[in-house]
């Protein structure tokens, strides 16, 4: 079967589906068994595919130290078993890493995964999302921090002096009965 139009005979392509044949001026290739199909039977399952799995991923997690290994879709179940025990034998397998990471701080159990956790950028220890903030996980702070703490006191001392000598006026009301004359506006206008 050839495709196109009679003005355009090499235009489009028919389906290869030996149900479809129908004519389509933007066809699809299969990346598996190389063959056309139109939009309706482009996909591995619908044209049933023999070769579906050529570039497809698998992720086999190891039962001693629960590493994760990729392996490809042309491995068969023997395949897998080889590199689960080329795995085994190779030393990277250690039953005492199947213990997952907690957060360290006393008394929190939560696991930490790659979505919940959080290193902290003064003590760069990584702590579960519950305990991110510095005073939440005992952060040791640089003695800059406590410098710069310390001239904070003094200024808020300061604060506190003029907040105690308002005497109990406030700042932006005035009392209902007096009326206050009008400011002068801050900006000039030319």
């Known amino acids: ?7 355009f005979p090499d235009l489009g392509r028919h389906c290869q589906h030996p149900d479809c044949h129908q004519l389509d001026f933007l066809p699809f290739k299969c990346a598996g068994c190389h063959d056309v199909f139109c939009v309706e039977h482009r996909s591995y399952k ?23 290994i990729e392996t490809t879709g042309h491995d068969g179940e023997e395949g897998q078993k080889v590199l689960l025990e080329r795995h085994r034998k190779s030393g990277n397998c250690d039953p005492k ?14 696991i930490l995964t790659f979505s919940n956790n959080n290193t902290c950028k003064t003590c760069h220890l990584k702590v579960c999302l519950k305990h991110r903030f510095p005073a939440d996980h005992e952060c040791n702070k640089p003695a800059k921090a406590v410098a710069v703490a310390a001239n904070g006191g003094a200024w808020n001392r300061k604060f506190l002096a003029a907040f105690a000598s308002r ?17 002068t506006p801050s900006v000039r206008a030319f």
């Open 1 to 7: 079967m050839s495709g196109g139009t009679e003005a």
């Open 46 to 68: 619908s044209h049933d595919c023999p070769k579906s799995d050529h570039n497809s991923r698998k992720v086999i997690i190891c039962e001693v130290c629960s590493t994760s």
């Open 97 to 110: 890493k199947k213990k997952k990471p907690t957060c360290p701080v006393k008394r929190c159990k939560e």
């Open 167 to 183: 005497n109990g006026k406030d700042c932006g009301k005035s009392e209902r009965g007096s009326k206050s004359p009008p400011s």
